[in-house]
Structures are given as structure tokens and as C-alpha cells.
T-cell receptor
Framework: GAVVSQHPSRVICKSGTSVKIECRSL??????MFWYRQFPKKSLMLMAT?????????EQGVEKDKFLINHASLTLSTLTVTSAHPEDSSFYIC?????????????FGQGTRLTVV | GIQVEQSPPDLILQEGANSTLRCNFS?????LQWFHQNPWGQLINLFY???GTKQNGRLSATTVATERYSLLYISSSQTTDSGVYFC???????????FGKGTHLIIQP
């Protein structure tokens, strides 16, 4: 299967600072990547769709100024949590997809556990 | 967007037992997948199964696309099978995956 690498796996930051999370497709190119958020013991919720060379598309209720997404190359998307607050503490996970005919299969990074203190 | 219902939400079994996990979708989905989330949060791809039946060792999955449901079978359960199992699919014009709430499986020795 395809490999998606996410970094860092764990980060602790102070309230008010910004944190950048990287998502890389290691053995394939991804024009589109996806960012999800997962609260403890809950399901994954799609936050935004990252498009290479254009603006990200955010899901309803997700603040685009809080969660900045940049997809500058075909193998790298970044999520920056700006002015982080304790309520931003969560598990963030990215995915990229591989085309299978007219459909696609998603592969996920290892996830990033963000703790804001 | 589509709604995804998973059942059961929790399942406790003895080692060696078989289990069936179910996923119902509110509308037609593309790219239906089953995942196992390990204790560190990593999502492990189990099956990409928009239709039909697939088997991989003790695991198999069946999707009946016309009836909008999918089943994951685990046979001869082992303690290492414990964890959360998610199904997910995309549909309704959306590219990203919509996940079910998961089934929390505990296999006791």
C-alpha cells in the first residue's frame, strides 16, 4: 500500500503559540490530501480538503483562520494551528488517496497528538 | 452528507470467538473502507471494498452496495484483534471520508 508520513507524532505547546503539522506522501503524488480531527473515544471528523496549488476547502464549522492549510507540492501538505488554545488539543490525522480506476483508496498518516497547555 | 451507522458500538468476546461488525450507509457511497485503529491512533487499512467480498487471513468483508451496507467478519479472534474498527465511505458529492462511530472490540484471553 501507499505510505503517508505525518510529523510530529506528538507535540505539546503553550497557549497562544502556533504549531505546524506536516503530512507527506512518500511513494506517490497526491494532488489532494485530507485533514481529520479526532476527540478522545470519538470518531474522525473531516476538517478540510487540501488541494495542491490552490486554496483548501474547509468543512462547515471549521475556522480557516485558525487551521491554516498549505499544499505547496504534490507530496506535502501542512496544517498550522494558529494561536492554539487548550480546546484545540486533539488528535489530528491526515490522509492521501490512491486512485483505483474511477474510485480512490485513502491511506492515513500516523496522526499527531496535540496538547495545548 | 451521508450518514454512517456502525454496530455494535462495543463488543467483548473470548479468544477464539467469531464476530460480525456492520456498517449501514444513508446513501450510495464510493470508496468504502474498513480500518483498525491501533492503541497509538494509527489507522490500519483492512479492506477497500466498494462492493463484493474480500478475504485476508482471518478477516473478510462483504459490501452489498445496492442495500447500502457492509460487514466485517473476524474469525478465531485473538487478543491482538482488540481495538476500534471503523468503516468509512465518501458520497453525496464529497471527496473526504465520512466515518462511522466505530466498534470498540475487546478480545479477552
Amino acid at each position: 500500500g501507499a505510505v503517508v508520513s505525518q510529523h510530529p507524532s506528538r507535540v505539546i505547546c503553550k497557549s497562544g503559540t502556533s504549531v505546524k503539522i506536516e503530512c507527506r506522501s512518500l511513494d506517490f503524488q497526491a494532488t489532494t490530501m485530507f485533514w481529520y480531527r479526532q476527540f478522545p473515544k470519538k470518531s474522525l471528523m473531516l476538517m478540510a480538503t487540501s488541494n495542491e496549488g490552490s486554496k483548501a476547502t474547509y468543512e462547515q464549522g471549521v475556522e480557516k483562520d485558525k487551521f491554516l492549510i498549505n499544499h505547496a507540492s504534490l507530496t506535502l501538505s501542512t496544517l498550522t494551528v494558529t494561536s492554539a488554545h487548550p480546546e484545540d488539543s486533539s488528535f489530528y490525522i491526515c490522509s492521501a488517496r490512491v486512485f483505483k480506476g474511477s474510485n480512490t483508496e485513502a491511506f492515513f498518516g500516523q496522526g499527531t497528538r496535540l496538547t495545548v497547555v | 452528507g451521508i450518514q454512517v451507522e456502525q454496530s455494535p458500538p462495543d463488543l467483548i468476546l473470548q479468544e477464539g470467538a467469531n464476530s460480525t461488525l456492520r456498517c449501514n450507509f444513508s446513501d450510495s457511497v464510493n470508496n468504502l473502507q474498513w480500518f483498525h485503529q491501533n492503541p497509538w491512533g494509527q489507522l490500519i487499512n483492512l479492506f477497500y471494498i466498494p462492493s463484493g467480498t474480500k478475504q485476508n487471513g482471518r478477516l473478510s468483508a462483504t459490501t452489498v452496495a445496492t442495500e447500502r451496507y457492509s460487514l466485517l467478519y473476524i474469525s478465531s479472534s485473538q487478543t491482538t484483534d482488540s481495538g476500534v474498527y471503523f468503516c468509512a465511505g465518501s458520497g453525496g458529492g464529497a471527496d473526504g471520508l465520512t466515518f462511522g462511530k466505530g466498534t470498540h472490540l475487546i478480545i479477552q484471553p
